[in-house]
């Protein structure tokens, strides 16, 4: 049995998980939102899936960097949002805000 901690464990050790973080604000709202990889996209809004959120309306906003970028670019990206503080349009505005942010930095740090 090969030594534990040698130099072989320091080369095989933890893989980076490729994910970024990033913030949008309006008014007193706060969103946070988490990129990452995974085998189909997926939005969520405080752990409810984009497309049950209501109303419609605000929806569209949150979607709206999506839209603009084209699903293209958008493929296979997780991004998990969690929205504190202020109404329910400053939290749209806020969560579309981080959900575009975090699209353009995870493309940058990540594209080849």
Do not use: H, W
Request: some cysteine; glycine content about 10%; hydrophobic content about 35%.
């Amino acid at each position: 049995m090969p030594p534990k901690g040698g130099a072989g464990a320091a080369a095989a050790g933890p893989r980076e998980r490729k994910r970024v973080q990033t913030f949008g604000k309006k008014k007193t709202s706060t969103a946070v939102c988490t990129v990452r990889r995974c085998a189909q996209s997926n939005i969520k809004v405080n752990g409810i899936p984009i497309n049950c959120v209501q109303p419609a309306g605000l929806r569209s906003k949150v979607m709206e960097a999506v839209t603009i970028v084209g699903s293209k670019s958008f493929s296979r990206l997780k991004f998990d949002v969690t929205v504190r503080g202020g109404g329910q349009v400053s939290q749209a505005y806020a969560a579309r805000q981080a959900i575009a942010k975090g699209m353009v930095a995870y493309l940058q740090k990540y594209s080849n």
